[in-house]
């Protein structure tokens, strides 16, 4: 059961609204899955079962995509606890199918006007690879991303994604570089291999559905436990300004 704090006004000043923002492909998009059961609706359900974000979920929860509610998992508020709780929270996945980091790029200032996200998760990247575009121009389009989320005062999580090694090893490798190097340029948050677990896995052919692209719902709590402890990191920081 999920219960709901009645927080005093003390309180809620210490509380800070999180909006997160998904800017992905069909990795993000559930493509191929039933809607609740990709790592995006996982990752709304984990915020709301975490009382604080230093702990992880204790059970699982209806998926409420876009619900905004302080909440928290039996748990009595007192002066110990309630700044810890998890505050009010969005998460708006707008993810396409299909989507190349150029996509991406023209899409995200429009997002963060409509949406004034406090965090954006960028996970492009794997449709220009797969159609052999020019590595730099998708370091560009990354570069541009993240600065333009930079500018609207959001943290910002990047998710890298790897090629199989037909591609070419020497395209196989910048291109696996793109991440690292953009987070590094810009001090964003990075996750390497949103895959890995999936990917790497010796039970790897069971965990992506037919095509050998797309990773069955089996995959996606992995994505998750990849993409968390960044998160989770930023979560954490912003949580520590607002208790000040």
């Known amino acids: 059961m999920v219960a709901t704090p009645a927080f005093s006004k003390a309180t809620a000043s210490k509380t800070q609204p999180v909006r ?33 974000w230093n702990e992880k979920p204790k059970k699982k929860i209806k998926n409420t995509t876009n619900n905004i509610a302080p909440q928290a998992v039996n748990t009595t508020v007192t002066v110990e606890n309630s700044i810890k709780i998890t505050p009010d ?14 996509g991406g790029r023209s899409r995200l200032a ?20 797969l159609r052999g575009l020019p590595v730099a121009k998708t370091e560009e389009n990354l570069t541009a991303m993240v600065q ?33 190097k953009v ?7 990075l996750v390497p291999f949103m895959l890995a677990g999936v990917a790497d896995s010796a039970d790897a052919a069971k965990l992506f559905q037919a095509d050998r692209i797309h990773p069955t ?6 994505i998750l436990n990849n993409i968390w402890p960044e998160l989770q990191k930023q979560l954490k920081t912003q949580t520590a300004k607002a208790n000040k």
């Open 20 to 52: 997160i923002l998904v800017v992905g492909d069909s990795l993000s998009a559930e493509y191929g899955l039933k809607r609740g059961s990709g790592w995006v609706a996982l990752l709304e359900n984990r915020l709301a079962e975490s009382i604080n």
């Open 89 to 102: 929270f969005t998460v708006i996945n707008a993810s396409i199918s299909g989507d190349t980091t150029s």
């Open 110 to 129: 429009p997002l963060i006007d409509l949406h004034h996200p406090t965090h954006i998760i960028i996970e492009l990247g794997a449709n220009d690879a």
């Open 148 to 180: 333009t989320a930079l500018k609207s005062k959001a943290k910002v999580l990047l998710v890298g994604i790897q090629i199989p090694p037909n591609y070419g090893s020497v395209f196989a490798k910048q291109f696996t570089e793109t991440y690292p």
């Open 183 to 189: 987070a590094k340029a810009n001090k964003v948050g």
């Open 217 to 222: 719902e089996a995959a996606h709590p992995i």
